[in-house]
């Protein structure tokens, strides 16, 4: 282990959990917030004063003072990002989806293959101590034979560039099937062979999908249900949203429900009651992670085929919708 | 930093893996009279030394401080023999059995010069920790009425000197005190405080209590603690106050749960590894308290704030016993 101060950037602050990374660069020892990148200059200067660093009006001198980049763009912006990233030799982390079609991802991690550095995609539940503990009990057979999963990450309507089709590539199934493929795809360590799905717009105003449902088969027979919908109030729901898992098998059951570890606000002035979550901060423990793979040379924690594996369950969810029969995931 | 155990008994096996995982710190021995396999087996596991007495111990010149956990009528005694011997101390909560035992062992560490802290964790559990801030951010506005609960199943051991009130002061002076550093912290002294419970009902293995507090702020208190349960670990809190509610259950906030069917013979099937936080709040605490050996800043709970928390127990010991509400003077 070296003492090696990890330089860090960030491109682009379109995506909010941009905030949550920044905020978690600044805590850790060992890692400097060297600079913003933003393809909207205004915003990104109104960052680069927020988090105390340097605003970068160019990607490739930002690229050029750093060890490496945080891609927290609008989804089809991460290809040009992470290229651009690779072109430079910068190890880079992508937040999730790592792409909105396969051939993207796969391009992308052949890139940052050629180049030698790291790939990493942006799952931070994998750092939830319930997830940790859920993959140990399945592993070890507590559980006996996987039989069926149930999955939900509902959420509220993140808006914005969400909502435009060219930007974020697809809605709700887009944004949400990924973070519990990729705990599925790593507790079983397993991926998808067929999925069925269901899409709808039924609560905003919006030109993608807010709902669906899918209905998945893991190629080791497992089945899975994964609800992606946008479904919780935005006015009144007391938090962004959930991750939960429920796990039959033959020796009895398991839930897990990530973000439960709440103090519950009730609070005149905002009318809405609040969850104050006190759980771990899962995107601190995930950069911090990620910044020692770096440091030390090791290969990303969570890879950009782990992120390509989720990918790949959204695009035939997509097909399935248009056919209205399963279809074949890869 | 080298660490000696005195006590091996659940609480010390607590504090010395936690010990063990600090960085700078290291468990170089354990003394217990009467020592139990669990503490034996700990023992071998880290490296350490068995020892039988204490004061074989606290020779010792390469020991730099010591953890207390030891039944709390014996805290007294040995923290002012580790003073003496220049040793830093971590005493398990409650501080003392009375309060003249605890103002005596605030003198001795003063005079020889070394640091005293105590185990009041609670201040370290994250939604208590949350509560305490967001109180301190004027999210409910002026609090006016608190409520607080804990406990669970009578700690039965073989051996175990719980049920002895001449020795751990029961309910009130073993669990209830969590619940009265928290509050001091939060919302300030207290003015007097009225009591009812199980202490004379002449119940085995059963006590349990309810206190009323007045704070000087205004505000009213309500804390319950028991050890009549069948079974299970139960905390919550409501704060009210002029401008919104804030509360928690631990029923409530579970992130992983198993349920699982018997095994083929009949026998219960044994649960897997719960699941809770990243960095669970016993290591906090103790990374705090190292820390503060080593000359940094002061843990959360200050050894005067044990002593704080004591009176107000025994206080409320005192009104259980006279059937009167006790005042403090200003």
Known sequence: MSEQTIRVGIASFAHLHAMSYAHAVNQLEGATLTGIWDEDPERGQKYAAQFNTTFYSDLDSLLDAIDTVIVASANVDHKPLVLAAAAKKVPVLCEKPLATTPADAREMIEACAKAGVQLGTAFPVRYSDAVRKLRDAVQSGALGQTLMIRGTNRGTYPGGWFGQREKSGGGAVMDHTVHVADIVGWIWECDFAEVYAEAATRFHDTEVDDCGMLLATLANGVTLSLDPSWSRPNQSFPTWGDVTLEVTGTDGVASIDVFNQNNELFNNQTVRAQWQNWGDNLDYLMIKDWVEAIRDGKPAPISGEDGLRAVLLVEAAYRSVESHQPEKVG | ?330
């Not at chain 2, 009578?154 to 719980?162: C, E, I, K, Q």
Request: hydrophobic residues 45%; proline residues 6%; glycine residues 12%.
């Open chain 2, 1 to 330: 930093m080298r660490f000696g155990m005195i006590g091996a008994g659940g609480m010390a096996r607590v504090h010395a893996s936690v010990l063990n995982n600090i960085p700078g710190a290291e468990v170089v021995a354990f003394a217990d009279p009467q020592m139990p396999p669990a503490g034996r087996e700990l023992a071998q596991q880290l490296g350490a030394d068995i020892l039988t007495s204490p004061e074989e111990l606290l020779a010792r010149s390469d020991i730099d401080a010591v953890v207390v956990a030891v039944p709390t009528d014996l805290h007294c005694d040995l923290v002012v023999q580790a003073a003496r011997a220049g040793k830093h101390v971590m005493c398990e909560k409650p501080l003392a059995r009375t309060v003249e035992q605890g103002e005596r062992m605030l003198q001795e560490v003063e005079k020889a010069g070394v640091k005293l802290a105590v185990g009041h964790v609670v201040r370290y559990f994250p939604e208590y920790a949350a509560a305490n801030a967001s109180v301190a951010r004027g999210d409910v506005g002026v609090p006016g009425v608190i409520r607080a609960t804990r406990g669970g199943a009578f700690p039965a051991r073989p051996g175990g000197w719980f049920g002895d009130f001449a020795r751990s002061g029961g309910v009130v002076l073993d669990v209830m005190i969590h619940e009265l550093d928290w509050l001091i912290w939060t919302f300030g002294a207290v003015e007097r405080v009225y009591a009812r419970g199980l202490l004379n009902a002449g119940l085995p293995n059963k006590d349990m209590a309810m206190a009323v507090l007045r704070f000087r702020s205004g505000a009213i208190g309500y804390v319950e603690a028991t050890w009549a349960r069948p079974s299970g670990f139960y905390t919550s809190f409501e704060i009210a106050g002029s401008g919104g509610l804030l509360r928690s259950n631990n029923q409530n906030t579970g992130t992983l749960q198993f349920s699982l069917f018997p095994n083929p013979d009949g026998t219960p099937r044994p649960a897997p590894r719960g699941a809770y936080l990243h960095d669970e709040p016993y290591t906090v605490q103790m990374r705090d308290i190292v820390r503060w050996f080593k000359g940094g800043p002061e843990p959360r709970t200050s050894a005067a704030d044990g002593l704080e928390a004591l009176k107000l127990a025994l206080a409320i010991i005192e009104s259980i016993g006279t059937g009167k509400a006790i005042s403090f003077a200003s």
